[in-house]
Nanobody, 124 residues
Framework: QVQLVESGGGLVQAGDSLRLSCVAS????????MGWFRQAAGKERELVAV????????YYADSVKGRFAISRDNAKKTVFLQMSSLKPEDTAVYYC?????????????????WGQGTQVTVSS
């Protein structure tokens, strides 16, 4: 079992930056593929970015490429999402997720553990 706790969300203006953090606890972390997903009101949960254990494999949604960066600190059991040049369409609840596998995938249905989510609101 892996527990995930996100932090760092908030209300910002378009063009601002935010850094989300996700701290893991429980059974394991280093071997888990990790990811950030988001869900806007009335929409399905979607990929933001995912990363494997060694950070050698990273995938981003097209909508965030060049603006967001995912990283992880295995010693601190933490995954980060640095968000820059935020847009109103980035407004959503952002979820941290972990797979019980070293293989990274972009589908949210393949992730086994989820945090409670953190709200990001970008005003225009």
């Amino acid at each position: 079992q892996v527990q995930l706790v996100e932090s760092g969300g908030g209300l910002v203006q378009a063009g601002d930056s935010l850094r989300l953090s996700c701290v893991a606890s429980g059974r394991t972390f280093a071997g888990n593929a990790m990811g950030w997903f988001r869900q806007a009101a009335g929409k399905e949960r979607e990929l933001v970015a995912v990363i494997n254990y060694s950070a050698s494999t990273v995938y981003y949604a097209d909508s965030v490429k060049g603006r967001f960066a995912i990283s992880r600190d295995n010693a601190k059991k933490t995954v980060f999402l640095q968000m820059s040049s935020l847009k109103p369409e980035d407004t959503a609840v952002y979820y941290c997720a972990a797979r019980a596998s070293v293989v990274v995938t972009t589908s949210p249905t393949m992730y086994d553990y989820w945090g409670q989510g953190t709200q990001v609101t970008v005003s225009s």
